[in-house]
């Protein structure tokens, strides 16, 4: 949450600085309006079981923790270079990034939630209520993102190469623990090197949450699995949406075909996971972490 934070200030006072050069078609006052909004956000999320502190106290905290900035001005400063000279794609890559982050912390508290059900020891409600909140990050991040008009999207988009946040590990991983695994991606998993892992055990065997709530038959569980998962639902929704207007008829970076592609993973009710015939326990809240 600290990284999810200075990634954010990051952002923010690029704009700040580009402020006075930019135009109103720049949308800078409203990307402004929506990032102070976001961390608003952000500062709300709840971050220990059983208390009511939240990420804001954490924050706060850390004006005292001279290790802390350090790590955050070294992950800003290292995280920054564009591939472009167009100011415009530090919203992009930013933006990048924080949903990197976001992937992570769902991932974090799905596994935390499922281990915990299985152990059966009366935490997994409010790690799942957690998780609700948590699911939400993709789409307030999108939220800012949405400042960045096509026109001004394009301008830097070539530069990008074939640069991806859909073939992230760890945007994979977070569906992987929380539906399992899906057939359908092997294609694109097999393209890129660093999903190979996933189309093989045990990576391809991990429960998932999904299975393992609807195994516990409890309500509350269920309820807060089905916010969960709309909430999801309407970030992939958000996210086609993104490519049927960002890029028309334009190929999809890392060589897929765009929006027809995310279109295909809309949905997860037609998602079908093979039998689940060893269960590892794999420590994945370490795995792709660092």
Known sequence: MLALDATLAALEAV?????PRLTEADHTE?????????????GRLPVKIGSEANV?????????????????????RCSGFLASNDHHEHIFLRTVQACELAFYLIRYFTVRARLSIGRGDGQAPALMAQLVHYAELPNHIFHVLQTLTPDLFLTFRDATGEASAVQSLNYH????????????????????????????P??????????????????????????????????????YGFGRRYLPGVKGSGGTEGAGYLKRFVQKDNLVPEPITTAPELDMLGFAYR
């Open 173 to 200: 991983l977070m569906e992987l623990v929380m539906y399992g695994h899906d057939a359908r991606k092997v294609e694109a998993y097999l393209r890129f090197e660093h999903l190979h892992e996933l189309t093989v």
């Open 15 to 19: 704009e700040r600085r580009a402020a």
């Open 56 to 76: 804001a106290e954490i924050i706060k905290g850390r004006g005292d923790d001279g290790m802390a900035l350090w790590q955050a001005f070294v992950l800003t």
């Open 30 to 42: 409203e990307r402004l309006k929506r990032l102070n909004a976001l961390r608003e956000q952000v």
């Open 202 to 239: 045990p990576l391809r065997s991990v429960r998932p949450l999904r299975d393992t709530v609807l195994g516990a038959g409890d309500p509350d569980l269920t309820e807060a699995l089905d916010a969960v998962e709309r909430t999801l639902l309407t970030w992939r929704g958000r996210h």
